[in-house]
């Protein structure tokens, strides 16, 4: 038999090869754009990542109130006091023995308590800030309590002098005022005899410090705590070592002080920010004092420099006190006067000589009874 054979259009290639071999070339370049697409999510990942880090700001709010807030700095691990709104600064606290350049984070244990503020480094210790009743009004104060979490952690924030006045504390042998030129070692927050020991405290009569921005440091009587004084650098408060207690203390701020008005201070101290200008002028006379005292003055305000207070030293004081007989209302309205608009301190002795003339006049008035006492003469 004749077979005829197949007829077959030799050009045309048969669909099952033309797809195998179409998916065999376009399969390299399926993974080629899978692994692009890959490396471009990744690096827009890490450039998104890297400009969120950039544009992020090194301080963040853990705690606000009405006239001021409580910020962490992460650079240096500090926290930081700011009046509201402006965001004046305040104070400065540089925080020691914990690994403070590690940032808390953005919502902390007491979340559920917008007057706290809570934070623990793992084996080291616990931040926990409150907001607290004022101490005055016109004031917002603020709770700082570091409890350790180990027995070996000592605890110990420092507070910086930069821009800021300090006063009060304890009395040393080299008395400053204010504090901020006193150096000393960390010792007990205690009243102590500087006769006994010279190099640590004398008497101390509030543990408080104050600041010409209009924030105070107050230390509860039953807290105890170490002091040290670096000059023009800062003072420090630490817990003893190997004792496990907590650093606390409570910071007060004054909405008043950007007004320039002390009325939230005690009247025993400067306004905020008030530079102190000391009497060097001749004091042989009360005449003289007076006269050196109206020149000082008036050069102070030739270059507007009529705010502050002038401070007069212990002989100066006592001339004046001596020459002045008039009722006391009328001489102090009387040494204000010399240096308006500026302020007047004076400087004071508990001690004084029998033969001063103002101890004869206290005997003479028959005020020595009541308003001196003196030390007995040993027997022999």
């Given at each position: 038999?004749?077979?005829?054979?197949?007829?077959?259009?030799?050009?045309?290639?048969?669909?099952?090869?033309?797809?195998l071999?179409?998916?065999?070339?376009?399969?390299?370049?399926?993974?080629?754009?899978?692994?692009?697409?890959?490396?471009?999510?990744?690096?827009?990942?890490?450039?998104?990542i890297?400009?969120?880090?950039?544009?992020?700001?090194?301080?963040?709010?853990v705690l606000?109130?009405?006239?001021?807030?409580?910020?962490?700095?992460r650079?240096?691990?500090a926290?930081?006091?700011?009046a509201?709104?402006?965001?004046?600064?305040?104070?400065?606290?540089?925080?020691?023995?914990?690994?403070?350049?590690?940032?808390?984070?953005?919502?902390?244990?007491?979340?559920?308590?917008?007057?706290?503020?809570?934070?623990?480094?793992?084996?080291?210790?616990?931040?926990?800030?409150s907001?607290?009743?004022?101490?005055?009004?016109?004031?917002?104060?603020?709770?700082?309590?570091?409890t350790?979490?180990?027995?070996?952690?000592?605890?110990?924030d420092?507070?910086?002098?930069?821009n800021?006045?300090?006063?009060?504390?304890?009395?040393?042998?080299?008395?400053?005022?204010?504090?901020?030129?006193?150096?000393?070692p960390?010792?007990?927050?205690?009243?102590?005899?500087?006769?006994?020991?010279?190099?640590?405290?004398?008497?101390?009569?509030?543990?408080?410090?104050?600041?010409?921005?209009?924030?105070?440091?107050?230390?509860?009587?039953?807290?105890?705590?170490?002091?040290?004084?670096?000059?023009?650098?800062?003072?420090?408060?630490?817990?003893?070592?190997?004792?496990?207690e907590?650093?606390?203390?409570?910071?007060?701020?004054?909405?008043?002080?950007?007004?320039?008005?002390?009325?939230h201070?005690?009247?025993?101290?400067?306004?905020?920010?008030?530079?102190?200008?000391?009497?060097?002028?001749?004091?042989?006379?009360?005449?003289?004092?007076?006269?050196?005292?109206?020149?000082?003055?008036?050069?102070?305000?030739?270059?507007?420099?009529?705010?502050?207070?002038?401070?007069?030293?212990?002989?100066?004081?006592?001339?004046?006190?001596?020459?002045?007989?008039?009722?006391?209302?009328?001489?102090k309205?009387?040494?204000?006067?010399l240096?308006?608009?500026?302020?007047?301190?004076?400087?004071?002795?508990p001690?004084?000589?029998?033969?001063?003339?103002?101890?004869?006049?206290?005997?003479?008035?028959?005020?020595?009874?009541?308003?001196?006492?003196?030390?007995?003469?040993?027997?022999?």
């Open positions: 038999d004749l077979t005829m054979p197949l007829s077959r259009h030799t050009g045309q290639i048969p669909e099952s090869t033309w797809t071999g179409f998916r065999e070339m376009t399969e390299p370049w399926k993974g080629a754009v899978g692994c692009l697409g890959v490396a471009v999510f990744f690096a827009m990942t890490i450039g998104i890297s400009w969120q880090a950039l544009e992020q700001s090194p301080e963040e709010w606000r109130g009405r006239d001021a807030g409580m910020l962490w700095e650079g240096r691990g926290l930081l006091l700011r509201l709104p402006a965001g004046r600064p305040v104070l400065a606290i540089a925080v020691g023995s914990v690994p403070a350049t590690e940032p808390p984070p953005p919502r902390d244990r007491c979340w559920h308590d917008g007057r706290q503020f809570c934070y623990s480094w793992e084996e080291d210790a616990e931040l926990r800030l907001l607290e009743p004022p101490a005055a009004p016109g004031t917002e104060c603020y709770g700082v309590r570091w350790p979490l180990r027995p070996d952690v000592t605890l110990k420092c507070f910086s002098m930069a800021v006045s300090w006063y009060g504390g304890p009395s040393i042998r080299a008395q400053r005022w204010p504090l901020n030129g006193a150096e000393s960390a010792q007990p927050l205690v009243s102590g005899d500087l006769s006994a020991n010279p190099d640590g405290f004398g008497p101390l009569l509030e543990r408080y410090f104050l600041g010409s921005t209009g924030v105070t440091v107050t230390v509860a009587p039953d807290v105890s705590l170490l002091l040290s004084l670096e000059s023009h650098q800062q003072f420090c408060l630490e817990t003893p070592a190997g004792r496990e907590a650093l606390q203390y409570q910071l007060c701020v004054s909405a008043d002080c950007p007004a320039r008005s002390p009325k201070l005690t009247k025993d101290f400067p306004p905020c920010r008030s530079p102190i200008w000391r009497y060097h002028g001749p004091e042989s006379s009360a005449a003289k004092i007076k006269r050196g005292l109206r020149s000082l003055v008036r050069r102070l305000k030739r270059h507007r420099l009529q705010e502050g207070v002038v401070a007069l030293g212990e002989r100066g004081t006592a001339v004046l006190a001596a020459a002045d007989l008039v009722p006391s209302g009328r001489r309205r009387q040494a204000s006067a240096v308006e608009p500026l302020e007047l301190s004076i400087t004071l002795s001690y004084a000589g029998v033969t001063s003339p103002l101890f004869q006049r206290s005997l003479r008035g028959g005020e020595a009874a009541g308003y001196w006492l003196s030390r007995q003469p040993r027997p022999g």
